[in-house]
């Protein structure tokens, strides 16, 4: 019996007093991670720990290894050198628990398929090679399509969305992969304001199930208001914590090299701290 | 006339349609993946391997020579990605590089070599032998059920559809795997799906649907069934599974509608000779290319409906 929606695996929302005092290991620990294309490296060096049921922003100018470093989490590219452990293990063993959103650019919306076939997908491991697809994993599929406002777009041909309802399919795919630890590349880019309102909102939803969502990001007058932790990031390190002790214009200038005026970042940090 | 048709056609006619429909089947996944173009490198490459295979063997033999070619497939898809890596050339340049330099070494060694005594030239290559296929054997189409004549068939009919069967039953294996690593390759590797050794795997397929199409069809059949049927069938429909069934029947379609145009065509047109069979259904199945660019339902490219 398939469930609509499957509770985190290992909830670790605060349970008061009464809770036995385990520390769950952290959902994402990244050590001495560093990738290279060709000769230049392209992350170097990068520590990372993501705590469960957080959400993280990582931020950094363009070129600064933010979807590299997710990749190289993912094993979609070869660290030179480095260790990644997910909820304390190896991604062969957690991949179950994985869920990975990719640039809406990366692959080519003309493929022929249909909203629910693309969501779908997301049902593979359940699925598995022969599986056939039931009305079970079809109504899970729509439930997915509804978290993100898309389950009148079942039937469509993908192409014939917009870059912002693209961007949803994308999420509701994820969604349907019932995963703790939801890794995004940029799910914010080049999306219409209705869509980002959405997103957002399901990304908070899922924080507020227990799980861990980690996002690159690139639109700093938005991360106060989103997020709760940020990682900076210019292939190295620059620094990490929660928003309001990172997001300052010292660390900005150090990670964007000052390309970002002082007033620019002050009026982002007002425009931040203005949002609830 | 019945007699006939069974003696003279039949034959050619099943190993036509056998051979479009196995390449039109990796061709559609080929397409997608925007690798259409390493169908026509893996055919041109068979030449020098079918070459080199009867310099080593010294006879036409069937098995030495679809070795041979399966193993210059497997060489130029190998070079294919050792020339993009290296040499920072794009796959489509990679690809074209590799298949004209091994064709053309394959036109050379076939010229200095001694095989006039047999049928193997440059020639035979690009359009095969579709018409020579014929089953002397057969009196009618009681010979179907005629063990003696059946053995008399041209080995190509049965090596063409065992080839198929491979074909057809792994890609239908492989279909979901296949289906997601052709859409997103990415988020794929993230479910721990094997995805090179499946884009190894649908290499294979089409080398070997190449392999055993070339000798039956020769090169030009095999091209343009990799490509021409699973084009046309995309502008028909906008779901994977639909789209390979409509290829399947493009390919069905240009090969009974070619075979029988070189046959009779020039005769009504009031010429003496038929031409090439090969070359006609790769005509034809352009001609349905053409047609469903001019009035497939879903001809044009999907977004630009879409402005947001």
């Not at chain 1, 990682?231 to 620094?239: D, P, V």
């Not at chain 2, 399966?70 to 130029?76: D, M, Q």
């Not at chain 2, 145009?261 to 005509?283: D, R």
Request: net charge neutral.
């Amino acid at each position: 019996m398939v469930q609509p929606l499957v509770p985190p695996q290992n909830t670790t929302r605060p349970q008061g007093a009464t809770a036995p005092k385990v520390t769950p290991p952290p959902a994402l620990e990244v050590a001495g991670l560093t990738v290279a294309y060709g000769e230049k490296p392209v992350v170097f060096s990068v520590d990372m720990t993501v705590a469960q049921g957080t959400m993280t922003a990582i931020v950094g100018p363009n070129g600064a290894g933010k979807s590299t470093l997710l990749k190289a989490v993912l094993g979609l590219v070869k660290p030179l050198s480095g260790d990644v452990r997910l909820f304390g293990q190896t991604l062969n063993r957690a991949r179950d628990r994985v869920a990975y959103v990719p640039q809406r650019a990366s692959v080519d919306w003309d493929f022929p398929a249909r909203v629910i076939d693309v969501v779908l997908m997301g049902l593979h491991r359940e699925l598995g090679l022969l599986g056939r697809v039931r009305p079970a994993h079809l109504d899970r599929a729509r439930a997915c399509l509804a978290r993100v406002g898309m389950e009148d777009f079942a039937t469509r041909q993908i192409g014939q969305l917009s870059g912002g309802q693209q961007q949803r399919v994308f999420l509701a795919r994820a969604l349907a992969q019932a995963a703790d630890l939801y890794l995004l590349d940029e799910p914010f880019a080049g999306v219409d304001a209705a869509t980002e309102k959405a997103i957002i909102a399901v990304l908070k939803d899922l924080r507020a199930e227990g799980r861990t969502i980690v996002a690159v990001h690139h639109d700093l007058s938005t991360i106060r208001a989103y997020f709760e932790e940020m990682f900076l990031i210019n292939t190295r390190a620059i620094a990490a914590g929660p928003v309001a002790d990172v997001f300052t214009s010292a660390n900005l200038q150090r990670a964007y090299g000052g390309r970002l005026g002082e007033a620019q970042v002050a009026g982002m940090q007002a425009a931040g701290g203005a949002a609830p | 006339m019945g007699a006939e048709f069974v003696a003279l056609s039949l034959s050619p006619l099943l190993i036509g349609v056998l051979a479009a429909v196995t390449c039109a089947l990796p061709g559609n996944f080929l397409l997608l993946r925007r690798q259409a173009l390493i169908g026509d490198a893996i055919s041109h490459v068979v030449l020098p391997g079918i070459v080199v295979a009867f310099l080593l063997t010294g006879r036409v033999a069937a098995l030495p020579m679809m070795l041979g070619a399966a193993g210059a497939a497997l060489v130029s898809v190998a070079l294919i990605e050792a020339v993009r890596r290296t040499a920072r050339i794009e796959a489509g340049a990679a690809m074209g590089v590799i298949f004209t330099t091994l064709f053309a070494a394959g036109v050379l060694l076939l010229e200095q070599s001694d095989t006039s005594g047999v049928h193997l030239d440059v020639e035979h290559a690009l359009y095969g032998n579709l018409e020579s296929l014929i089953w002397l054997d057969a009196t009618g189409w009681a010979s179907l059920f005629d063990p003696v004549a059946l053995a008399g068939l041209p080995p190509e009919l049965p090596r063409m559809a065992v080839a198929l069967l491979i074909v057809g039953l792994a890609i239908g294996l492989m279909w979901r795997p296949l289906a997601i690593a052709t859409f997103d390759e990415g988020f794929a590797a993230t479910l721990g799906l094997p995805v090179r050794a499946i884009g190894l795997a649908l290499v294979m397929l089409a080398a070997l649907a190449a392999v055993a199409a070339f000798d039956a069809v020769g090169s030009i059949i095999v091209i343009a069934m990799f490509i021409c049927p699973p084009a046309a069938a995309r502008m028909m429909t906008d779901r994977l599974a639909a789209q390979v069934a409509w290829s399947v029947g493009f390919a069905i379609l240009s090969a009974i509608l070619g075979y029988v145009l070189a046959g009779y065509g020039p005769l009504w047109l009031g010429f003496a000779n038929s031409v090439s069979a090969a070359g006609m259904i790769a005509t034809v199945s352009g001609l349905i290319l053409g047609l469903a660019m001019l009035l497939g339902p879903c001809r044009h490219p999907a977004g630009a409906a879409a402005a947001p």
